[in-house]
């Protein structure tokens, strides 16, 4: 409610009315209009007011902000001792249109006093959302759609704060001076109810389940101040008025703005799943409040991917000293006793200016020379004898060599990274607002190759991290860097080299993770530093699996980066492979309460 003044001055045996602007009212909003008269003492003067014929739309009046409106409306006015009084009408548009008052005092029957006072009465037509600082809002492809918010970085280093969005009501005729309320709320998550990621089951009421400390429903601002979820603005000369959304950095927060010139109606709006209504559920829009798409906060991370160099050293080297043949195979007895039981398991021999051959496995034969199990007889077995031999095991990652060279010139591909593109039919991060780019981790071109270790151990990772991951200083709490290494095979005990091995590892990743955090977002874990997927073992894996294709490798050690814990079942942070690409709920609440980059407290 509004308070404009009217002035009526009795000067020298004559009234004189000091005119006021033209006045918009926002419909069915009371606007206050304070009448004062100069007069004789201790005299009351009585008065009619009532609209003027004409005009679009239709305005009323009262004596009290609640009382009963009506056209023509009979008010009086008393004055004091020294001749001043002053009383209070309502005025409340009931039509949208143009209208203007008239009034007559009674001290002058039958004449009516025009104050050329024209009320434009209107409403908002729309309440629509525009970035600011980002390059554009762009549709949620995610339940119930609305738009999508970034507010990371725009790159490495920037200190930008991108979490306004602006939020303007358009007013239905260009009026200006009427003020609007902008309120956010938090509505209701569209993904999940009754579990870890949304706690209550939607309907009225629902909503308030924004990770952002206290529930905060979203901060409104006008000129850069503001810090609740209400704020008011005047529509300026074209009927527009403005005001900021700030968002929280949560991936899923999400939000929609009401708007209105009426106080009671903005009031009885209320959350019910993703929408807003009033208490009649009936959904906006309404005549007298308008409201937003919902918009959700989503979140980057950027990657650095960079990959081993060619393998070196990924063979044993021995001379034959005896052999046996028979069945359709050679059992060949080394010198030495050098390589790892089953190492060589389907993989191949190359005899110095001979042949070469496919082997079966490899066992040990202590305290004599290893075994070497050829697939085929050699003829005749003395002519190898006393041969340098060069053995590989069937280590092809990319199925392209015949026979098997133990990739000798091929450095790990980048690669099972389809996973994570940002569609959101293969983004396996999507259900926690989440887009993967393999951007360098924000450093163009920053696609490193590492030193080639055949079984690396920790220390080797660490070398690697410490000496490759180049965009680690980019990490931010609103710029997300990962590193993720294509690496060739694990230690040797887990590389699935024999395949006998029960332990492979196809990934790994140092990080702090959990795997239930609780309620609330006290207890985020670290997340991590580093991430390697090892493509010889992943294509052993699932060669033996009879599944040529594995995509959500790449995706799990990232998921650890990001502070996910292995769990069991049929979820993508499974501490088995079984091809399933779901996250859990407690994995998606443990993604959405992270607002810092991955290893950074």
Not at 135 to 157: E, H, I, K, Q
Not at 452 to 476: C, R
Request: hydrophobic letters at 35%.
């Amino acid at each position: 409610m509004r308070k404009f003044l009217f002035l009526i001055a009795l000067l020298a045996g004559s009234y004189v009315v000091t005119q006021a602007q033209p006045v918009g009212l926002f419909l069915d909003e009371p606007l206050a209009e304070v009448r004062s008269v100069n007069s004789t003492p201790n005299t009351t003067i009585h008065y009619t007011v009532r609209q003027k014929t004409g005009g679009t739309g239709d305005i009323t009046f009262a004596t009290s902000v609640n009382g009963t409106y009506s056209d023509p409306l009979n008010y009086s006015i008393t004055t004091n001792g020294s001749g001043f009084g002053q009383t209070t009408i309502y005025t409340k548009g009931v039509t949208t249109g143009t209208a203007t008052a008239e009034e007559n005092i009674n001290l002058f029957p039958g004449v009516w006093f025009d104050w050329n006072l024209p009320y434009s009465i209107t409403t908002i037509s729309s309440v629509t959302l525009t970035a600011i600082n980002q390059p554009t809002l762009d549709t949620n492809p995610n339940a119930s759609n609305g738009l999508r918010v970034y507010p990371d970085g725009n790159g490495p280093g920037d200190s930008t704060d991108r979490r306004a969005v602006k939020v303007t009501a358009t007013m239905a005729n260009a009026v200006a001076g009427i003020p609007i309320i902008f309120k956010s709320f938090d509505v209701d998550d569209p993904s999940a109810a009754g579990d870890a990621v949304d706690p209550d089951t939607g309907g009225a009421g629902s909503g308030l389940d924004n990770r952002i400390a206290s529930g905060q429903n979203g901060i409104m601002q006008v000129s850069g101040s503001g810090s609740t979820n209400e704020v008011v603005a005047y529509t300026n000369s074209s009927g527009v008025a403005e005001a900021n959304l700030i968002v929280s950095m949560h991936p899923g927060d999400n939000y929609r703005v009401a708007a209105s010139g009426n106080v009671a109606a903005l009031n009885d709006i209320r959350v019910d799943g993703t929408i807003l209504e009033d208490s009649s559920n009936n959904a906006l829009p309404l005549t007298k409040v308008k409201g937003t798409d919902m918009l959700t906060v989503w979140r980057t991370l950027h990657l650095e991917v960079d990959r081993m160099a060619a393998p070196s050293g990924n063979s044993g080297w021995n001379i034959m000293q005896t052999g046996w043949t028979g069945g359709g195979q050679t059992i060949v007895q080394a010198y030495y006793n050098t390589f790892e039981p089953g190492q060589y398991e389907n993989g191949w021999i190359y005899f110095d200016g001979l042949d070469d051959h496919g082997v079966s496995t490899n066992s040990a034969n202590a305290p004599y020379g290893d075994l070497v199990f050829v697939q085929s007889e050699l003829d005749p077995v003395w002519a190898y004898e006393e041969q340098e031999f060069t053995i590989v095991d069937d280590d092809d990652y990319n199925d392209d060599d015949s026979p098997n060279d133990g990739d000798g010139t091929e450095a790990a591909p980048i690669a099972h990274l389809d996973a994570m593109d940002n569609l959101t039919s293969t983004n396996v991060f999507a259900p926690a607002y989440i887009t993967v780019v393999n951007d360098g981790g924000g450093i163009g071109g920053n696609n490193n190759t590492t030193a080639f270790h055949v079984n690396p151990d920790e220390e080797d990772l660490d070398d690697i991290f410490d000496a490759k991951y180049g965009s680690w200083p980019n990490g931010a709490d609103n710029f997300w860097v990962a590193y993720l290494v294509m690496g060739y095979q694990g230690e040797a005990a887990t590389d699935n080299d024999p395949v006998s091995e029960v332990d492979e590892e196809l990934g790994v990743t140092k990080a702090v993770a959990d795997d239930d955090i609780g309620a609330g977002c006290v207890d985020v874990p670290l997340g991590g530093f580093y991430s390697f997927v090892w493509q010889e073992t992943v294509r052993d894996y699932f060669v033996q699996e009879s599944d040529p294709v594995d995509d959500l490798t790449a995706p799990h050690e990232i998921g650890h980066q990001l502070g996910l814990e292995d769990r069991s079942g049929n979820y993508l942070m499974s501490d088995t492979a079984n091809g399933f690409s779901t996250l859990h709920p407690n994995d998606i609440h443990i993604l959405r309460c992270r607002t810092k980059a991955p290893g950074r407290s």
